[in-house]
Each structure stands twice: as structure tokens, then as C-alpha cells.
């Protein structure tokens, strides 16, 4: 079966959700969100908070990227086949000048913007959207609250408009992970 619209409208609800968590608290944990297949046919989606403390540091990054094709395989185990997931988190930007492509000693020193990176895979593509988050001041929401009012704007490099490139990184591989811990089973 052929998932790409699925896919595409799990991309739009994602960024939306994410939005939307941006604006009730503020900020944003690191996110995965799962588009899962029930065994009814029926398409869904598994979302599971992550604590900031997993990304502070190199070691803790590792354990949650050897978490991510277990949490797969557990879903699939469930009859819910996993189609594509999400990694989804706030990061700071940092450009370097125009021709730069080493990252230079004082990089703590280079303008920064803050952004929400969500990177997607699924069985047959990886790829990677980066929002730069724009906080427009306070709004209330439906109960009168006030939260804050952020767009995110698609962020692109280069005269050309040009999305990032998604790298390879340690989120990535998730699915042939679950795949090989499906055939050891």
C-alpha cells in the first residue's frame, strides 16, 4: 500500500501540533510521533513526550536513539505497524558567514535563531523541515488564558529558497533497526 498522502498530511498535522504546544507552554519538549497502521486498517498516531534532559548530552542522545526502534517494534508487536515517525524538538540555529564550512572556534559568538526541527523517516524516506519560531507577544486562548502567539515560518538557506538537507544523524535508521529486531524475534 502506498502511504505518501497519509504521510504528507501527518507532516501538516505534526507542524500544526507542535504549534500548537510552542504556544500553551512557551516552549517545547522533544517529541516523537508515530503515524501507526491499527490492525483495523485504520490510520492513527502515537505521540510520546521526551524530557529535555535526554538531549543535554552526547550519552543520553544515544540511549534514546537505541529507544526509538525499540519503541517501534513494541508498537508493531501491538498491531499497530508504524508508517512514519517524527523527532521533533526546539534548537538554536547558528549561521556561519557566506564560504564558511567549518565550524569555527568562537561558534557560541554567531547569530542564532531559534527554531523547531522535526525530522521524519519511514520505511523507504528520511527527510527534515526547520520552522524558525517567531514570538509575536501574548494572545489568549479559548479559556481566556494567555499564551503565546508564534508563528513558524519555514526556514530556507541561500538565495534560492533552499530547504536544509536532512544529514544523517543518530535518529536516523529507526525503521531498519526495527525491521532487523522484528526478524530476530
Request: glycine share 8%; no cysteine.
Given at each position: 500500500?502506498?502511504?505518501e498522502n497519509h504521510i504528507k498530511e501527518f507532516k501538516v498535522a505534526n507542524v500544526q501540533l507542535m504549534q500548537y504546544l510552542l504556544s500553551k507552554h512557551g516552549g517545547l519538549?522533544?517529541?516523537i510521533v508515530?503515524?501507526?497502521k491499527e490492525s483495523?486498517?485504520?490510520?492513527?498516531?502515537v505521540a510520546v513526550p521526551v524530557p529535555g534532559e535526554f538531549l543535554e548530552n552526547d550519552e543520553s542522545k544515544d540511549v534514546l536513539a537505541t529507544a526509538i526502534p525499540s519503541l517501534l517494534a513494541m508498537l508493531a508487536?501491538?498491531?499497530k505497524e508504524p508508517i512514519c515517525f517524527s523527532f521533533s524538538s526546539e534548537a538554536w540555529l547558528r549561521k556561519t558567514p557566506e564560504g564558511v564550512t567549518e565550524v569555527p572556534d568562537d561558534w557560541k559568538d554567531l547569530p542564532?535563531?531559534?527554531c523547531m526541527i522535526s525530522t521524519y523517516e519511514s520505511a523507504d524516506e528520511s527527510d527534515m523541515e526547520v520552522f524558525e519560531?517567531?514570538?509575536e507577544g501574548k494572545m489568549a486562548n479559548e479559556n481566556g488564558d494567555l499564551i503565546d502567539a508564534i508563528v513558524l515560518r519555514p526556514y530556507s538557506i541561500g538565495e534560492n529558497g533552499e530547504k536544509p538537507k536532512a544529514l544523517k544523524?543518530?535518529?536516523q535508521g529507526a525503521f531498519q533497526e526495527m525491521y532487523k529486531m522484528k526478524e530476530n524475534e
Open positions: 500500500m502506498n502511504y519538549d522533544p517529541m508515530v503515524l501507526v483495523n486498517e485504520e490510520m492513527n498516531v508487536k501491538q498491531g542564532k535563531i531559534e519560531i517567531i514570538r544523524g543518530r535518529f
